[in-house]
């Protein structure tokens, strides 16, 4: 048995053989290919595949999702073979005598921005199918397996350190676990860890090594612990907790459809947060009363490109309309510092955390931002809506968002376009800043959310990606607490609710503090709804003051 330490960033606890991630090498060489007829053989082998591949996926879609996707797939099956982009790639070959890869990457792109020209609208959006099949013809060259998981069998995922961006890209279904020598609890890799309920543990360090790929383990989200091949005595501890876990399972059922109300009467709204609209059903299953905070920025992050109006719009419209006239609040992009995407080509920032990122990207980038509002406000015409913005210093920066806000509603309005006029405007309160303004902000809004994550990164000059500050981000800190009072308070003065989504709204040990501050609205993870719900019930709400949040 090989014993591990690290620290447990999801909990629950599950067991399945170890899966050493593998980075995949995705640069193409510009360099000259020494044998073109070996490269157009290679061209013609990934072809095949990927036309199997595609056929193969066909038949799955027509027995699980339906005719539509099952013709989808059918039609990137032809394009594969598709005599004018072959063409193209065999062009590039005999012309620039290049590898494989750069000839299929040349033809995939001429292709698809031949097709965007045209005028027809049906062949402009064919565009996007070229780009999918020339992604699977060079995945196929080049080895990367879809998902990221060459396995059948689900398996605990071992790596030295994840992106959110690798992260979002795995195929979940194949997930048990994440482990990993590097990371931090408040990183977003764990927030998506716990947003999916997959138990993870970061900060193994050394003790995980590749040679461990393929050997049985059990793992504690819970406890941080890691046992390969564990002995007799180990295993059934593993398993006696795994047993209490479905049994606390089965009793959080009973309380769905149940109010949250205090011991002495107090309601809460207990939210979720989501990062796709995949995770719907999780909120559904968990019964949360609406969605706290939808991270829109990982549509951005599991896409090659910029999102279009389009994309976004069905994404929102899926979730404000699966949530049925329950709030969702949806997070204007907030991108920068740790959740980087290529393709915004950012310049390098010695303190990214406090670069351009966020609020600040959008207002600085008014396209950007102006397609992810109509987007929004299109998609509010579904469900209830409520746009809220990230990383707010100023009553400035709310006023400009606003402005852009009333620009868009005026467009949609010139043009017909439905949406609620009645649309709410949050802002997120995760700067000292914030909270030093918080009195003159919320007048300007019809909510706050706390992000605990950021406010007490900056609160307490601890940064959120480090794993050896230790006791020194400590989001109980009466600064932090006392920075959450100041902005309860200034919210209720003005009329307006106020709720926290950051990773301290499921701390169960502050929930009583959070009655106390006057915390209208908690916004966590699917799976810790249904703990902080039990918790709620046997809490008093009573009150406090600033002095009362000590040291
Ligand atoms: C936060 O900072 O607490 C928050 C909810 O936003 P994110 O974690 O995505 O930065
Ligand atoms: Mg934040």
């Given at each position: 048995m090989i014993l591990m330490q690290g620290k447990g960033v999801a909990k629950g606890v599950v067991n399945g053989p170890i899966y050493f991630f593998q980075r995949p090498n995705t640069a193409i060489s510009d360099a000259p290919a020494a044998d073109i007829e070996a490269e157009k053989a290679r061209v013609a082998a990934a072809q095949v595949k990927s036309a199997d591949q595609l056929s193969a996926l066909a038949d799955k879609a027509r027995e699980e999702a339906g005719e539509e996707t099952a013709i989808l797939f059918e039609t990137h099956a032809m394009f594969v073979e598709d005599e004018d982009y072959v063409d193209c790639m065999m062009n590039a070959l005999e012309e620039k005598r290049c590898t494989a890869e750069k000839a299929v990457q040349t033809a995939g792109e001429e292709f698809s921005a031949m097709l965007a020209a045209m005028d027809d609208p049906y062949m402009q959006a064919r565009a996007a199918d070229i780009k999918d099949v020339t992604r699977r013809i060079l995945n196929n060259l080049m080895g990367i397996v879809e998902g990221g998981i060459n396995s059948e069998e689900p398996v605990i995922l071992a790596a030295d350190d994840l992106a959110p961006s690798e992260t979002l890209q795995l195929?979940?279904?194949?997930?048990?676990g994440f482990i990993t020598q590097g990371g931090s609890g408040n990183s977003h890799t764990a927030i998506l860890a716990r947003t999916m309920g997959i138990p993870a543990i970061c900060g193994?360090?050394?003790?995980?090594?590749?040679?461990?790929?393929g050997r049985m383990a059990y793992i504690d989200g819970e406890t941080g612990q890691v046992a390969i091949e564990p002995d007799e005595l180990t295993l059934s501890l593993f398993q006696s907790k795994q047993e209490k876990q479905r049994e606390l399972k089965e009793l959080m059922e009973?309380?769905?459809?149940?109010k949250d109300v205090t011991l002495d009467g107090r309601e809460i709204m207990v939210y979720c947060n989501i990062?796709?609209?995949?995770?719907v059903p999780a909120v559904v299953a968990n019964d949360g009363?609406?969605?706290?905070?939808?991270?829109?920025?990982f549509l951005y992050l599991a896409s090659s490109d910029y999102p279009s109006e389009e994309e976004q719009f069905k994404a929102y419209k899926e979730v404000a309309a699966a949530m049925g006239g329950k709030r969702v609040v949806i997070r204007t992009l907030d991108i920068g510092a740790d959740k980087?995407?290529?393709?915004?080509?950012m310049h390098k920032e010695e303190n990214p955390a406090l670069g351009v990122r966020a609020i600040r990207i959008c207002l600085n980038r008014p396209e950007v931002f102006r397609t992810q509002l109509r987007a929004l406000y299109r998609a509010s015409a579904y469900g209830k809506v409520a746009i809220m913005f990230p990383m707010i210093t100023s009553v400035w920066e709310v006023r400009e968002c606003k402005r852009a806000c009333q620009k868009v509603m005026a467009e949609l309005d010139a043009e017909g376009t439905p949406y609620s006029k009645d649309t709410e405007i949050g802002i997120m309160i995760e700067t000292p800043a914030s909270v030093l303004v918080a009195e003159e902000l919320a007048k300007e809004v019809d909510f706050f959310s706390v992000g605990t994550n950021d406010l007490t990164q900056y609160t307490l000059a601890c940064?959120?990606?480090?794993?050896?500050l230790g006791k020194f981000f400590?989001?109980?800190h009466p600064a932090v607490l006392r920075a959450l009072k100041i902005a309860a308070d200034a919210a209720h003065k003005a009329g307006i609710w106020i709720g926290i989504c950051g990773?301290?709204?499921?701390?169960l040990a502050l929930l009583e503090t959070f009655l106390a501050i006057g915390i209208d609205e908690l916004s966590v993870s699917p799976a810790s709804v249904l703990p902080l719900r039990a918790e709620i019930r046997k809490s008093i709400a009573k009150t406090c003051t600033l002095e009362k949040l000590e040291c």
């Open positions: 195929d979940k279904s194949k997930i048990l193994l360090g050394d003790a995980l090594k590749e040679e461990q790929n009973t309380m769905k459809g149940q990062g796709s609209p995949e995770d009363q609406g969605i706290g905070l939808f991270r829109s920025e980087q995407v290529d393709y915004f080509q940064d959120r990606q480090a794993n050896d400590d989001p109980h990773e301290l709204g499921a701390d």
